[in-house]
C-alpha cells in the first residue's frame, strides 16, 4: 500500500476538528534546536535532511527561528500567551543604553567591546547589539574591528573644538534670528526643557544631562522649522558628549556636577531673556551658550 506524503498529512491536519475553529488561538509549539542533536537525540527533519548540516527541513528551518508549513498549530488561552517583542524595540532600548554607557565613559575609549559580551551584559542577544553598535558607528562613537568587535574611538581636544566651532556656524545666526522674530509666548514653552536641564545637571549623571541638554538645544533650533538643521546638530551635540581618550568626558561645560549646573542655567537665563524681549542680553547669552558649543 503506498505510504501518504507529507502532502496527504497536511491535509488530513487542516481537515483537524480544531484547526478549522476561527475564533481558537494558537501558539506554534517549541522545535527542537540544533543543540538537541549535539546531544545525541538524533533528530532529523523530514525526508532525512539533517539540520546539524544545514540542509533543508522543519526542523532545521525551526532551529533558525523560521516558520514551517507542516507545523500543527496547538490553541493556548489568552492568558498564556505572552506579548510579542519587537526587535526594533529591542534595538532602540540597547542603543539607549549603550549610549548612555558611552556618555557616561562606562566604556573606555580605545578598548573593544564584542556583540556577545556586551549582549550578556545587558541579556539580550547578540543581534540587537550588533545592530545597536552599527548605528553607533555611523555616528561616529565607535569603529568595525574585523572578527572582534567594536572599538570605542578615542577623541581628542582638538576634535572637540572643531566640533563646537562647527556647531556654533551653525546654531548661532539661527538663533539671533529667532531672537528678534519668536514671540515671547513661544519662548515660554521651552521652560519645561530647561528646568528639565536644570534637574538632571543636579544630578550630577552626564549621560541624563545629556539626554535633557538636547533636548532644549532641539526646542529652541526646532522654532526654525529646519528639519535638516535638527538632525545635523543632533548628531553633532552627541559628537561633543562623547569621551575624551584618556577618560575625560565631552559634555559641554565640563563633566562635574557644578560645571553641569552652571550649564543649565545658561538655558534658563536665556529664556528670560527672550521672553523679555531682550536683544542685547539675548545676544550675549546667544554668544557665550550656542558660540562656545554648550
Given at each position: 500500500?503506498?505510504?501518504?506524503?507529507?502532502?496527504?498529512?497536511?491535509?488530513?491536519?487542516?481537515?483537524?476538528?480544531?484547526?478549522?475553529?476561527?475564533?481558537?488561538?494558537?501558539?506554534?509549539?517549541?522545535?527542537?534546536?540544533?543543540?538537541?542533536?549535539?546531544?545525541?537525540?538524533?533528530?532529523?527533519?523530514?525526508?532525512?535532511?539533517?539540520?546539524?548540516?544545514?540542509?533543508?527541513?522543519?526542523?532545521?528551518?525551526?532551529?533558525?527561528?523560521?516558520?514551517?508549513?507542516?507545523?500543527?498549530?496547538?490553541?493556548?488561552?489568552?492568558?498564556?500567551?505572552?506579548?510579542?517583542?519587537?526587535?526594533?524595540?529591542?534595538?532602540?532600548?540597547?542603543?539607549?543604553?549603550?549610549?548612555?554607557?558611552?556618555?557616561?565613559?562606562?566604556?573606555?575609549?580605545?578598548?573593544?567591546?564584542?556583540?556577545?559580551?556586551?549582549?550578556?551584559?545587558?541579556?539580550?542577544?547578540?543581534?540587537?547589539?550588533?545592530?545597536?553598535?552599527?548605528?553607533?558607528?555611523?555616528?561616529?562613537?565607535?569603529?568595525?574591528?574585523?572578527?572582534?568587535?567594536?572599538?570605542?574611538?578615542?577623541?581628542?581636544?582638538?576634535?572637540?573644538?572643531?566640533?563646537?566651532?562647527?556647531?556654533?556656524l551653525l546654531q548661532v545666526p539661527v538663533v539671533m534670528r529667532l531672537a528678534r522674530t519668536v514671540p515671547a509666548d513661544r519662548w515660554g514653552e521651552l521652560r519645561p526643557l530647561a528646568d528639565e536641564t536644570a534637574?538632571?545637571?543636579?544630578?550630577?549623571?552626564?549621560?541624563?544631562?545629556?539626554?535633557?541638554?538636547?533636548?532644549?538645544?532641539?526646542?529652541?533650533?526646532?522654532?526654525?522649522?529646519?528639519?535638516?538643521?535638527?538632525?545635523?546638530?543632533?548628531?553633532?551635540?552627541?559628537?561633543?558628549?562623547?569621551?575624551?581618550?584618556?577618560?575625560?568626558?565631552?559634555?559641554?561645560?565640563?563633566?562635574?556636577?557644578?560645571?553641569?549646573?552652571?550649564?543649565?542655567?545658561?538655558?534658563?537665563?536665556?529664556?528670560?531673556?527672550?521672553?523679555?524681549?531682550?536683544?542685547?542680553?539675548?545676544?550675549?547669552?546667544?554668544?557665550?551658550?550656542?558660540?562656545?558649543?554648550?
Amino acid at each position: 500500500m503506498e505510504q501518504a506524503g507529507p502532502r496527504t498529512r497536511r491535509a488530513a491536519t487542516a481537515s483537524a476538528p480544531e484547526a478549522a475553529r476561527p475564533d481558537a488561538d494558537y501558539r506554534v509549539p517549541a522545535q527542537p534546536g540544533v543543540a538537541d542533536v549535539d546531544r545525541g537525540r538524533g533528530l532529523v527533519a523530514e525526508g532525512g535532511a539533517d539540520p546539524v548540516r544545514g540542509e533543508a527541513g522543519p526542523v532545521a528551518d525551526a532551529a533558525r527561528g523560521e516558520h514551517t508549513h507542516s507545523e500543527t498549530p496547538i490553541p493556548l488561552p489568552r492568558s498564556q500567551q505572552r506579548p510579542v517583542v519587537q526587535r526594533s524595540s529591542v534595538r532602540g532600548q540597547i542603543l539607549d543604553a549603550l549610549r548612555a554607557a558611552l556618555a557616561g565613559g562606562e566604556l573606555t575609549p580605545g578598548e573593544v567591546y564584542s556583540a556577545p559580551a556586551l549582549g550578556e551584559r545587558f541579556g539580550v542577544s547578540a543581534t540587537p547589539v550588533r545592530e545597536a553598535m552599527q548605528q553607533l558607528a555611523i555616528e561616529g562613537a565607535v569603529e568595525v574591528v574585523p572578527n572582534r568587535g567594536f572599538r570605542v574611538v578615542r577623541r581628542g581636544a582638538r576634535e572637540l573644538a572643531e566640533l563646537a566651532e562647527v556647531r556654533a556656524l551653525l546654531q548661532v545666526p539661527v538663533v539671533m534670528r529667532l531672537a528678534r522674530t519668536v514671540p515671547a509666548d513661544r519662548w515660554g514653552e521651552l521652560r519645561p526643557l530647561a528646568d528639565e536641564t536644570a534637574r538632571a545637571a543636579s544630578s550630577g549623571c552626564r549621560a541624563t544631562y545629556g539626554e535633557a541638554d538636547r533636548a532644549f538645544h532641539r526646542g529652541v533650533l526646532g522654532l526654525s522649522g529646519n528639519e535638516q538643521l535638527l538632525q545635523i546638530t543632533d548628531d553633532l551635540h552627541r559628537r561633543t558628549q562623547l569621551p575624551l581618550g584618556g577618560g575625560h568626558v565631552g559634555v559641554s561645560g565640563g563633566g562635574g556636577r557644578v560645571e553641569l549646573m552652571a550649564d543649565a542655567a545658561e538655558h534658563i537665563a536665556l529664556l528670560d531673556a527672550l521672553m523679555a524681549q531682550d536683544l542685547e542680553a539675548a545676544c550675549c547669552l546667544v554668544e557665550r551658550h550656542f558660540g562656545a558649543g554648550g
